[in-house]
Structure formats: structure tokens, C-alpha cells
């Protein structure tokens, strides 16, 4: 395949800020391409963080754009560590403020949320179309979740423009918005209707990428056929139903130099798994740390993420008096999120305060001790587009224990007699999103921990396999060349 010329549009970007997956992706996936001889820029806003983070940048070009409330610039630099050109839509008013890209400090979605992504969005476009003085003309524009979904809309209204590909990262965020702020945006009419932006009168930003892209991929197989059915649609499966020719399951790949138990910076004794047996040192400087006995031959258990209703933390915390009661384990939490979860683990914490610790919040260096440290680590999510953690866990011999969708369904096998036997097993999979489901599963995965022989058995399958981020780039690319226009 000839090199080919690609703008990656994203909302955030590991290791310049991240809220989520989204980060990991477009850290990662941008420099897998470079190293495949591709010519790939990645833009995103010049959030303060990223301003900060981004090192040496200049100045090299500045525009109007219609609806934003002063002129953009384009701030030029390259993604840290890396020779990946990064270009960041500088709108001060914007951008630059306290909180987070999405929310404010309160938690609360910015007002201005549809004014501040249509801004990034249009200038955006106008580096597509090489109308904003960078003297660049990409072949495809990879955009990324509603915070990018207007771009294939309005390229989609030049005939001199570069294929498009839109890829979801999780359809339960939509970016929906009055139908209104249309005019407000000065969007074109000839976007709005039930073809195009318009879903059930709101003004749909994710709409935008998945009517208007040339190519669609989400990340994995299983969700994209997930997010086809009612079940998993958020009323967008007619839609996606009817583009199913274009819609690709591409599952996301890990960055092996940032998590691999052989060079990880973060963890107490590197191993693999030619020394599998370095990973107990990990494991009992993780009981010291956080609190609990130390003690090789007691399972420990890991759980990280978002404390929000799909990843099923409350599963967990309706299961654990009983766990608790009939086979002894520890389990390690790090997280944040809605108020109920939080107080339903500190609770935990205080009823069971030699079995579990928990960590508000999120750290980076924690996370890695986490993944070494534990024996299984668990990931009960009631839908997982893609999930990276259970890749991580893979390549950690931490044995993950998943429920059966998305992303987990197609990187987890499950430790059955038949799959053990054929060396196919790497960790403990369930299905139906229940506290009696999850409990089942966890007394197998406790069961197979007594026998050391077996585990160590799926361990080493499981750190063997291989979900690097070359094999995704190259069905992106695939991707990309049915996209592009000839």
C-alpha cells in the first residue's frame, strides 16, 4: 500500500490528557501508522493541559471561523516522544479554563459544549481541505466519537475532499444538543434532516460521523454487531443497520512499551513469562501498600475504572458480603466516579477492612502495580465497546474475569475444560449481567487458583498472546483505503 497521508481527529490523546480509552487509542494507534511510513498528523484542542504537556510549540496559522466567538490558531508541535505531527486548535475562550475537556469542575457537562467541538470541528475541516495555510492535503480524515462527528458532515459537502472514516469509541455518548443550536452554529440546512443531523429533533454530533463517513469501525467485532441491535443502539441501529456494509469491528491494540511487565518503570521487579514467579514480589508489595496482609497464597483480585453503571461496580458490591463469606480473597480497587459507588467501597472498606482496599481517584503508577501485583482482575462491564485493561492483564498474568460483550468477548477465552485441554484459555468469562452470574464466575477462577499446575498453565497462554497496536493499523489501513476517493 502507498503511503498515505492521514489527519487524526481526536478530543484527547495519551499522553497529553485522557478521560478514557479515546486517549490510549489516539496516543497509540497514530504512532503505530508513522512507523508504517505513513504521513499522519493529529489534531486536537489546545486544552491548557495539553498546551502545557506539549513542549516546544509555534505558531503557524491563524483563521475566522464561522460561529466562534474569536479567531482560531493552529499551534504546531509533535506528540510527546514521538515524531507524530501534532497540531492543536488554539480558541482561548474555549478551551483554555478550568476542569476538564468535557466537564466543568463540577462535574457538570460545559454549556458551551456544542460551540466549543463545532469550533474544533470547522477548523478541522478546513486543514482537510488545505484552506488553512499549512500547505498539507490529507487522503483521509480519521475522526474519533461525537467530538469530531461534524467533519464528515460538512467535507461531505465538497467534492474536492479526502476520504472519511469515523470511529466509535462508546455510542452512549452522543453529543445531543438542542435542535436550535443549528442556527446558532451556522450549520447548512441542507445537514439537518432525519438523513442527517437531525435525531428525534435534537442536533446529533456522533449523527454526523455515522451518516456522512465514507467508513465506519468501532472497537472490536462484537460491538459493532452490538450496537446494530436495539439492545445496544441508543436508537441509532436503523441508521447503523442500514450502513452495515461500511461498518468495521477493529479491536484496539495495546502500546506494549508503556505496559509490559518485563519494562514496566512503575512495578517493583520486572517479569514475563519465561520468570512468572517475579510477579509475587509484585503482588506483595501491592498487599503492603495499600494495607492488607501479606500473603502469596491468598487470591487477589484488581478492579480499575470509571464508577458508573456499565462497568458494573455494583455487581460487585452486591456480591461481595456473600464472596467474602464463603471463600477468603482480597480485592484491590482504583477508581472514581458516581457518588454510590464510592460510598458503597468505602462501606466495603470499613466492613471488611482485611479483605479490601480502595484507592479514590486515578494514579497512573498505582495502575501498573495493580495489574502486576494481582492475581485476576476483574471487569464485570455490562457493555465494553472495547476495553483495554483486560488486554493489560493478558500480557500481566493477571487472569481477567469479564463479562461476555464487546471488546472482552472477543480478547478473553474462557478457562472452560474444553478450552484449558486445547490451550486456548486465558481467563474466566460469564454472561448474564448479575451478582449471581459474576459470584459463579469468581468461584471458578478462586477454584483454578488452588491448582497451580493449571493456572500457571492459562497464565502463560494468556501472557503469550499478542494484541499489539501493528495488527490494528493494519485493518485501519485496510479501512482507510476503502474510504479513500479516487
Not at 478492579?303 to 484491590?332: C, N, S, T, Y
Amino acid at each position: 500500500m502507498a503511503a498515505k497521508k492521514i489527519l487524526f481527529v481526536t478530543s484527547e490523546a495519551h499522553p497529553l490528557i485522557k478521560t478514557g480509552g479515546l486517549a490510549d487509542v489516539s496516543g497509540s494507534l497514530p504512532l503505530a501508522l508513522k512507523k508504517q511510513r505513513h504521513d499522519v498528523r493529529l489534531v486536537l484542542p489546545a486544552y491548557p493541559e495539553v498546551i502545557k504537556g506539549a513542549g516546544k510549540l509555534q505558531t503557524v496559522a491563524t483563521f475566522d471561523i464561522a460561529a466562534a466567538p474569536q479567531p482560531v490558531t493552529i499551534l504546531e508541535g509533535n506528540l510527546p516522544g514521538s515524531s507524530v505531527k501534532l497540531w492543536l486548535v488554539q480558541c482561548p475562550v474555549l478551551f483554555e479554563r478550568n476542569g476538564g475537556p468535557y466537564l466543568d469542575e463540577s462535574g457538570r457537562d460545559w454549556g458551551d459544549n456544542a460551540l466549543r467541538f463545532a469550533t474544533f470541528c470547522r477548523a478541522a475541516t478546513e486543514i482537510a481541505l488545505d484552506q488553512a495555510g499549512l500547505d498539507w492535503h490529507p487522503d483521509i480524515v480519521h475522526c474519533n466519537d461525537w467530538q469530531s462527528g461534524l467533519v464528515p458532515a460538512l467535507l461531505s459537502l465538497h467534492d474536492n475532499r479526502p476520504g472519511t472514516l469515523f470511529t466509535v469509541h462508546n455510542l452512549a455518548y452522543q453529543g445531543l444538543f438542542h435542535g436550535d443550536m443549528r442556527h446558532a452554529l451556522q450549520l447548512p440546512d441542507v445537514l439537518w434532516s432525519m438523513d442527517g443531523l437531525e435525531f428525534h429533533g435534537q442536533l446529533s454530533f456522533m449523527k454526523g460521523g455515522l451518516a456522512y463517513a465514507d467508513q465506519l469501525t468501532t472497537v472490536s467485532p462484537t460491538y459493532a454487531a452490538e450496537i446494530c441491535t436495539a439492545a445496544y443502539g441508543y436508537g441509532l441501529e436503523g441508521l447503523l443497520n442500514h450502513r452495515a456494509e461500511q461498518l468495521t469491528g477493529i479491536l484496539n491494540g495495546v502500546d506494549y512499551n508503556l505496559w509490559d511487565p518485563k519494562n514496566d518503570p512503575y512495578i517493583v521487579k520486572a517479569y514475563n513469562a519465561e520468570n512468572v514467579r517475579f510477579k509475587q514480589i509484585n503482588k506483595l508489595a501491592l498487599q503492603n501498600s495499600v494495607g492488607l496482609k501479606e500473603c502469596k497464597a491468598t487470591p487477589l483480585i484488581g478492579m480499575i475504572g470509571r464508577f458508573v453503571e456499565q462497568k458494573g461496580f455494583d455487581l460487585m458490591l452486591e456480591a461481595l458480603p456473600d464472596l467474602l463469606q464463603q471463600q477468603p480473597f482480597q480485592l484491590v480497587v482504583l477508581g472514581s466516579g458516581e457518588a454510590r459507588y464510592e460510598e458503597g467501597f468505602r462501606d466495603m472498606v470499613q466492613r471488611y477492612p482485611e479483605h479490601v482496599a480502595l484507592t479514590i481517584g486515578y494514579d497512573e503508577s498505582h495502575a501498573h502495580r495493580i495489574e502486576s501485583g494481582a492475581d485476576l482482575f476483574l471487569m464485570p462491564s455490562r457493555f465494553e465497546p472495547s476495553g483495554l485493561n483486560q488486554l493489560y492483564s493478558l500480557r500481566y498474568g493477571t487472569l481477567p474475569i469479564v463479562r461476555r460483550t464487546g471488546g472482552l468477548a472477543d480478547s478473553v477465552v474462557d478457562a472452560s475444560d474444553e478450552n484449558r485441554k486445547a490451550d486456548r484459555a486465558t481467563g474466566f468469562v460469564f454472561d448474564k449481567a448479575t451478582p449471581a452470574a459474576l459470584s459463579q464466575c469468581i468461584f471458578r477462577a478462586l477454584s483454578l487458583y488452588q491448582r497451580p499446575r493449571l493456572w500457571r498453565k492459562v497464565m502463560s497462554r494468556a501472557m503469550s498472546r499478542d494484541f499489539s497496536w501493528q495488527r490494528s493499523a493494519k485493518a485501519y489501513l485496510e479501512c482507510y483505503q476503502r474510504a479513500t476517493r479516487d
